[in-house]
């Protein structure tokens, strides 16, 4: 699985994690069948059927001690 970096804010009070922005920075994975991967085995194109196979590492820029306001 291909890491990815995410910017954004924890919510201590739901313990919710809101993303804001990708920074660009990831973990290669080198599998041939992820499609985020820079060994994926086609270029990407509309038709590729290849998963992305991705997780995030998250970064907390802000923390707060209330509920996020979809949680109410």
Known sequence: MCEHEIIGDYYRGCKHFHGRYYTGEKVDCGSPTCK?????????????????????????????????????
């Open 36 to 72: 985020t991967s820079a060994a994926h085995v086609h270029p990407p194109t509309m038709g590729c059927r290849c998963p992305t196979i991705m997780t995030e590492k998250r970064r907390v820029q802000n923390m707060y001690q209330t509920k996020h306001p979809d949680c109410g």
